[in-house]
């Protein structure tokens, strides 16, 4: 799919930042929605996919964004069996159109797996973890899950995490068998809507090619 190609529908009547902004709020309001029902954050990382899939190839007009937000935890949440979900008629009803709209394509992967095992590799485990973890949960308010292999989307995590924590883990980037400048490419995408961090240093390192 040609993402740029299909935002277009909406950037003929939303500016690229009003877009984003968009993304961005409805991203949250799965978050919160799922924290306040006590679902799991794979879950809810999950629906978040799935909102992104409903929307690749539709306009953000197709379908009411407030209604298709739940809808899409209501789903993921149903394939985990998970029963504190509220059955209200209208999610029921968009859920069938939902299904339609990702062509009942239900399986999503994320990068949770394969940073565990990067991070394993890199050590201080106590101290990049949590970190990357939260910065993986951060990379849904693009489209990174739509365009990039997961394991490159954990690769860039790590990276920042590294970074933020101070933790000099060039060598082993650099030993990796990876292209470094899709790595930076996921970085500058995911901090796109904010800009890059304000630390120069930190910016610095992030975004140069000396892995």
Known sequence: IDLLKEHQKDLKFL????????????????????????LK??????????????????SLKSIDLVLM???????????????????MNHILECEFY???????CLIVYHPYSPLLQHV???GQEDMLLPLAW??????????????YPLFMIALACLRVACVVQQK??????????????????????DYKPTGPCKDDEASAYLFSHDA
């Open 168 to 189: 000099d883990a060039r060598q082993w980037f650099a030993e990796l068998p990876v292209d470094i400048e899709k790595i930076l490419e996921i970085i500058r995408e």
């Open 15 to 38: 500016s690229e930042e009003e877009y984003w902004k968009l993304q961005i709020f409805f991203t949250n309001v799965i978050q919160a929605l799922g924290e306040h029902l006590k």
């Open 98 to 104: 939902l299904l339609q709209l990702m062509d009942c």
């Open 120 to 122: 394993q590799d890199v």
């Open 134 to 147: 939260r910065i993986v949960n951060d990379t849904y308010r693009m489209d990174l899950c739509l365009l």
């Open 69 to 87: 937000a739940p809808t899409c935890l209501f789903l993921a949440s149903k394939l985990r069996n998970l029963e504190n979900f509220p059955r």
């Open 41 to 58: 954050q794979q879950v809810i990382a999950t629906a978040t996919v799935y909102f992104k899939r409903s929307y690749a190839r539709y």
